[in-house]
């Protein structure tokens, strides 16, 4: 077995049945969004993880883009050496835990992933190697279409361990975290691709109108603007935002949630 | 409350192209080891980004051999297992690097 960054001593289920459990594991939870970067949320994931009291963590996102491949983002809390081993597209979204968090909207733990090829059996050992001896899945999806696609699987080292009457408190706090986690993402997302695109907001706001599906007329009665100004105005912006067409370059604003209020 | 913030950056971006593809590794220490963040540029407008954390050089080195650029890209990689190195021996928390973090 690897060695994990973080030394579970004790079961999460004997640590969720102290007084201050939760106080704690929110404390950490809440940190989550202070985050500048990805190093400090990896750092804030690893804390909270192990306020948690669980072994190991994982989470990713599958960002929808203009093809049909997403683009993935993922953090890794645990031994490096598992994120090589998924570190490839397929291994990240061909998984029972991903499966499974395409298919429910509430947590899961292992024994309730199916596991349908030897593929899924080899993937869940790899997993058990790496502190995921039992682990719990919190899918997490954007409201926004087209929407994107989140999972956070936490681990343990012993078996069961998000089982049980005490697990309840545990899962709370998991969809707690997975939701910062969004949250976190969503902002970081939107900061990206504004620094790569440098739109503007007059833009972002001829964007959510194409979203909203309406043409170049009615934009034109909305903001003022000429039809050859609106069409060169999306033409500039589908420059930008590295897309064919202004139908695909609101997509990928949504996708990315520029066009979600602050 | 601790603001969570990298207490200082040792870039390494390195790029490498072909194939319409390329990647970037980043390294930044953190409280707790090191952040090595891995991005993979592939076809439009798609990514894959993964960001693990090393506490040792043990660590790195188990990885090491699991890692496809060894072969793929042995003077780039070379060069990553220097960067960890310098990384991990860099003490001084006011010990920037400058250099740009692309992919962000």
Known sequence: MHSTHLGQTTSIQEL??????????LAAIVEIS??????????????????????????????PEDGSRPSCFSVFACHPAFAHEQSNRDALLDNPWWHFAQTHRKPGTNHEMQLQHAADAASMEVARQYGFRSCLVVPTMSG??????EMLCLGSECEDDFEGSEARVVRALAR?????????????????????TQLRESDIRLLAMERRGLGTKEIAGLTGLSLASINSRFQRINTYMNCTNRKDSARRAAAYGLLEPL | MTELRA????????????HGESWQVHLVNVPSGVAAGRTLRLSGNARLEWWALFSNLEQVDVCATKDPLRFAEPIRFARINREFNNAFHSSRPDDVHTGARTGR
Not at chain 1, 16 to 25: E, I, K, L, M
Not at chain 1, 50 to 62: D, K, N, P, Q
Not at chain 1, 176 to 183: F, I, N, V
Not at chain 1, 184 to 192: A, D, K, N, P, S
């Open chain 1, 34 to 63: 202070l985050a500048k970067d990805p190093p400090a949320l990896l750092e804030g994931l690893m804390r909270a993880t192990e306020s948690i009291g669980a072994s190991a963590s994982v989470f990713t996102a599958a960002i």
């Open chain 1, 16 to 25: 969720a049945r102290g007084a201050d459990y939760p106080a704690r594991v």
């Open chain 1, 144 to 149: 926004t279409e087209p929407a994107r696609q």
């Open chain 1, 176 to 196: 707690s975290l997975a939701s910062e986690l969004h949250d976190w993402l969503t902002g970081h997302l939107r900061r990206q691709l504004l620094g790569t």
């Open chain 2, 7 to 18: 207490l200082h950056a040792l870039p390494a971006p390195i790029s490498v192209g072909g």
